[in-house]
């Protein structure tokens, strides 16, 4: 089985050549789309390809995509974005995954943040699909393909990581003229066109739009982000009470997540119950990263923050046997951050004096 590899270009220089030297590992064939670039981007997409396409840009990304699939020749195709990486061991397995073939869509993790090396903001994305399958995506902004045929889920990552930041307004100004043309054409995009919102401080209007989209139909991942998200914009505009009711009305669609748990934890910390501190955070690490639900998973809350916050607690408790314990599993997951470096020196300070006063 082949594999093209696929990504919409525009101004990329600055990161294209290090994604294409990745890709050319494991992919029989690149397609580049440059939608308009005005600097050496195209340059650089030549030196890995022949096959370089141009494509007007109008404010749909899932147009581009389309037609970069077009362009496709193997048996199999997959999308990236420039600001992609992907480390040779996951080469490795995109290449075996594709060698196998009997799939015809398949989900490939996405690291989109990180704390240094460690991944802290993943999910899972569709990524590859078999060319004769026909898929096609939609959504003029966070374009996605809807899922249909053998769908398989591999352990496989990319690495999303960005050098600079683009025009924070763009996926807002796409969204802004698709509703003076007539409006967002379905619940999902109501969603994310929400979230660009508060991602640019309209917290206002976007607590309305995110409000409006829980009445309606959607998706239950996006239904429960939309309600952390809600969480946020109603702090930020001082209303407490709105805030503490958009955070338990995620509860009306699952089980607590561990973001749900930390925020908890959180507040009863800031209130000095530290026994119902404690059981939230401890809530936290039993919740599981369900990554297999398509949702935005944050690392952090399962593991790292409720690890670090129980270390705080029991300290204050004096159980510094459990203090010290918490903050060693948080180092395990974030070996070199300095908050969990800095309890090792306090806790080695503070065990030095017991030693010393006995």
């Not at 890995?48 to 147009?63: G, R």
């Not at 496989?156 to 763009?170: E, G, L």
């Not at 070996?335 to 006995?358: A, H, M, T």
Request: charged letters at 25%.
């Amino acid at each position: 089985m082949t594999l093209s590899v696929c990504l919409i270009v525009k101004d990329e220089e600055e990161v294209l050549k290090r994604c294409l030297g990745c890709v050319e590992k494991f992919a029989d064939e690149i397609v580049i789309v440059d939608t308009g670039s005005r600097d050496g981007t195209v340059d650089i997409a030549k030196n890995f390809t022949d096959k370089v396409y141009f494509f007007e840009w109008c404010d749909d990304f899932s147009a581009a995509r389309n037609f970069a699939f077009g362009k496709a020749t193997c048996d199999y195709v997959m999308w990236l974005d420039a600001d992609d990486v992907v480390t040779d061991e996951n080469c490795a397995l995109i290449r075996e995954l594709v060698s196998g073939g009997g799939f015809d869509m398949a989900y490939l993790v996405y690291a989109a943040a990180f704390d240094g090396d460690v991944p802290v903001f993943v999910y899972n994305r569709e990524r590859i699909f078999r060319r004769s399958a026909g898929y096609r995506f939609s959504g003029a902004v966070h374009e996605a393909v809807s899922p249909r045929g053998k769908a398989v889920y591999s352990a496989a990552r990319i690495d999303h990581r960005k050098i600079s930041q683009k025009d924070p307004m763009r996926n807002l100004k796409i969204y802004l003229g698709q509703i003076a043309r007539g409006g967002l054409p379905d619940s999902r995009s109501r969603f994310y066109y929400g979230r660009e919102l508060m991602f640019n401080g309209m917290y206002a209007e976007a607590a309305a739009v995110l409000a409006e989209f829980l009445k309606g139909d959607g998706w239950t991942e996006n239904k429960i982000e939309a309600c952390f998200n809600l969480m946020h914009c109603y702090e930020c505009l001082g209303d407490a009470a709105k805030a503490r009711d958009a955070l338990l009305k995620t509860l009306e669609y699952d089980r607590p997540r561990a973001q749900f748990c930390c925020i908890l934890g959180g507040k009863f910390m800031e209130q000095n119950n530290h026994p119902a501190a404690v059981y939230w955070y401890t809530c936290a690490l039993g919740c599981k990263r369900e990554l297999a639900l398509g949702g935005f998973v944050n690392a952090d809350y399962s593991e790292f923050i409720p690890c670090m916050q129980l270390c705080v607690l029991y300290d204050r408790l004096g159980d510094l046997k459990r203090a010290c314990a918490f903050n060693e599993r948080a180092g395990r997951a974030k070996p070199q951050n300095e908050n969990y470096l800095r309890n090792v020196r306090y806790f080695r300070q503070k065990l030095s004096g017991e030693v010393n006063n006995e």
